[in-house]
């Protein structure tokens, strides 16, 4: 089955400055990689997604890439604001029931 | 917008009882996924279902039972109660897209169990 892993665990950031989340899967028939922002005790957000027909998404100060060679997609978020602290988890599913299997997620701090 | 609705949003049972929660999906949602996660953990899938039939099964335990009704909405079942039970249960529904299309899957708030 897909096994999908997720760097770094933690990351602290300046505001302003940029974050980036990075994630490898295993399956090459996974074509779809969505990413969730997860506040303390609610539920994972759907901040942007992106399919495999596509290499790079970006909407305002978030940006996903995906490189389906080397089976990896990244997160690239700018200008980081203190409202951005959350855990951010990547995922990827296929067309064969459309579950999500999930990242170990990322701890994103980042300090005023 | 309408999100999904899961209840009761908190819930503290003893081991070894048993316990029912409940999803209600964004209206026109024909699928319904359950996930499970642990403190510090990712949500592990537990189980779906489209247009009321199981459609996938991951890691839910035998004691757990799920179903979807007419209505859409879907009942996660769970008895025999251990302390590892204890998690937030998520709820998440999508609409099959058509073709080969993968729908975006929107998640409600969480159950949260504690098993004493």
């Known amino acids: 089955g897909e096994n999908v892993e997720q760097h770094p665990s933690t990351l602290s950031v300046q505001e302003g400055d940029s974050a980036v989340i990075k994630c490898t899967y295993s399956?090459?028939?996974?074509?779809?990689f969505p990413w969730y922002k997860q506040e303390l005790g609610k539920g994972p957000q759907l901040i942007i997604d992106?399919?495999?027909?596509?290499g790079e998404k970006k909407d305002q100060r978030i940006a996903v890439t995906l490189n389906k060679t080397a089976k990896h997609f990244s997160l690239h978020i700018t200008e980081t604001q203190p409202e951005d602290s959350a855990v951010y988890f990547c995922?990827?599913?296929?067309?064969?029931?459309?579950?999500?299997?999930f990242g170990q997620g990322t701890e994103l701090s980042v300090k005023p | 917008a309408a999100g999904v609705i899961q209840s009761p949003r908190h819930l503290i049972k003893e081991k070894r009882e048993t316990a029912t929660l409940k999803c209600y999906p964004i209206p026109r949602h024909d699928t319904v996924y359950w996930y499970q996660q642990g403190p510090g953990q990712d949500p592990q899938f537990l189980i779906s279902f489209y247009e009321k039939m199981q459609s996938d099964k991951g890691s839910i335990p035998d004691r757990f039972s799920a179903q979807q009704f007419s209505d859409y909405h879907s009942e996660l079942n769970m008895s025999s109660l251990e302390l590892g039970d204890s998690a937030l249960y998520f709820c998440?529904?999508?609409?099959?897209?058509?073709?080969?299309?993968?729908?975006?899957?929107?998640f409600g708030e969480g159950s949260r169990l504690t098993v004493l």
């Open positions: 995922a990827a599913s296929n067309n064969q029931g459309g579950k999500l299997i």
């Open positions: 399956d090459s028939a996974s074509n779809y």
């Open positions: 992106i399919r495999s027909n596509v």
């Open positions: 998440a529904s999508s609409l099959a897209g058509q073709g080969s299309n993968t729908g975006e899957l929107f």
